[in-house]
């Protein structure tokens, strides 16, 4: 049960003060206290200069991705803001709320970096009884791909699957709707919102199994005194991005929780629908996993 950001450029680096403003970057940040069992980010960028091979080492590669995720609250850690001012071309953003008793340990936190994506996801995979996905012995997922996930969770299966249809041949779109299409099979009222990325690609999906909030959240917002917030709480919301002469830059995409309003150009993501972006050229477009 996370909070989720994520953002694809027209192939220039801008950072998530550029693209949220400092105050709406703070009022992400502040939900981590609520969502307060770590937080991760993923950034896509352009080396300032290639690392030479004298030392013996293999070309490296043309674009990199900087990971960093930890088990300290965002609005604790010091390092929050040094990321949030570092430009990219694409990027993650994850707040954790653990779910279903998962362990509060790194190897659970996100993003999750494999095979060169990135991915976080909002959810508790579980069915009628509250039975976590992760206690399903049974459950066909690849054991050798799920490990290279480096993750134990629920979200770390839900990886793997995409990672597994990927495997097959399906481009990273697809991939992602056949992976939500076969979870749903076991597990129909789990929310697959989640937000993936690769070197050319920023997905996101809005994949609920349930319009209304269950109980469990609003008592946990409740709790903080903000149980108003989560009303919406499976709600993603998206923005077009524009450059400085007002022409199509890009896409950011985020969970509820903070101000995004229709006046600032935040429109809703509807149920089962999925943005697809390429990080390069910053062109998007939008398309149902029905």
Same mark, same amino acid.
């Given at each position: 049960?996370?909070r989720?950001? *994520?953002?694809?450029?027209?192939? &220039?680096?801008?950072?998530?003060?550029?693209?949220?403003? /400092?105050e709406?970057?703070?009022? +992400?940040?502040?939900?981590?206290?609520?969502?307060?069992?770590?937080w991760?980010?993923?950034?896509? #960028?352009?080396?300032?200069?290639?690392?030479?091979?004298?030392d013996?080492?293999?070309?490296?590669?043309? /674009?990199? /991705? !900087? $990971?960093? !995720?930890?088990?300290?609250? %965002?609005?604790?850690?010091?390092v &929050?803001?040094?990321?949030?001012?570092?430009?990219? @071309?694409?990027?993650?953003?994850?707040? @954790?709320? =653990?779910?279903?008793?998962?362990?509060?340990?790194?190897?659970?936190?996100?993003?999750?970096? =494999?095979?060169?994506?990135? &991915?976080?996801?909002?959810?508790?995979?579980?069915?009628?009884?509250?039975?976590?996905?992760?206690?399903?012995?049974?459950?066909?997922?690849n054991?050798?791909?799920?490990?290279?996930?480096?993750?134990?969770?629920?979200? %770390?299966i839900? &990886?793997?699957?995409? $990672?597994? #249809?990927?495997?097959?041949?399906?481009?990273?779109?697809? %991939?992602v709707?056949?992976?939500?299409?076969?979870?749903?099979?076991?597990?129909?009222?789990?929310?697959?919102?989640?937000?993936?990325?690769?070197?050319?690609?920023?997905?996101?999906?809005?994949?609920?199994?349930?319009e209304?909030?269950?109980?469990?959240?609003?008592?946990?917002?409740?709790? +903080? *005194?903000? *149980?108003? !917030?989560?009303?919406?709480?499976?709600?993603?919301?998206? @923005?077009?991005?524009?450059?400085?002469?007002?022409?199509?830059?890009g896409?950011?995409?985020?969970?509820? *929780?903070?101000?995004?309003?229709? =006046?600032?150009?935040w429109?809703?993501?509807?149920?089962?629908?999925?943005?697809?972006?390429?990080?390069?050229t910053?062109?998007?477009?939008? @398309?149902?996993?029905?």
């Amino acid at each position: 049960m996370c909070r989720l950001l *994520g953002y694809a450029t027209a192939g &220039f680096n801008l950072s998530l003060n550029a693209i949220l403003g /400092t105050e709406g970057v703070d009022a +992400y940040r502040e939900m981590s206290e609520i969502h307060n069992d770590g937080w991760g980010c993923a950034m896509l #960028y352009e080396p300032i200069e290639r690392p030479g091979t004298l030392d013996g080492g293999a070309p490296a590669p043309e /674009t990199g /991705t !900087k $990971l960093y !995720k930890t088990t300290v609250a %965002a609005r604790l850690d010091p390092v &929050f803001p040094e990321l949030a001012s570092e430009p990219a @071309r694409g990027g993650l953003w994850h707040l @954790r709320l =653990a779910s279903s008793n998962l362990p509060l340990i790194l190897e659970n936190q996100q993003p999750f970096f =494999a095979n060169g994506l990135s &991915f976080i996801h909002n959810g508790d995979i579980s069915d009628s009884h509250g039975r976590n996905i992760v206690t399903n012995r049974q459950y066909p997922v690849n054991h050798s791909v799920f490990l290279s996930t480096g993750g134990r969770s629920d979200s %770390a299966i839900f &990886f793997a699957v995409i $990672l597994e #249809y990927i495997g097959f041949g399906y481009d990273l779109d697809e %991939a992602v709707a056949q992976a939500v299409r076969e979870l749903r099979q076991a597990y129909p009222r789990s929310s697959y919102n989640c937000m993936i990325q690769s070197q050319d690609q920023f997905i996101a999906l809005n994949a609920a199994g349930r319009e209304r909030t269950s109980s469990r959240i609003v008592e946990i917002y409740d709790q +903080y *005194g903000q *149980g108003e !917030k989560a009303q919406d709480y499976r709600v993603m919301r998206y @923005r077009a991005l524009t450059d400085e002469e007002g022409a199509p830059a890009g896409i950011v995409v985020a969970s509820s *929780g903070f101000d995004q309003t229709e =006046a600032d150009g935040w429109e809703e993501l509807e149920n089962d629908q999925m943005i697809v972006a390429s990080n390069r050229t910053g062109e998007w477009s939008m @398309r149902s996993i029905d």
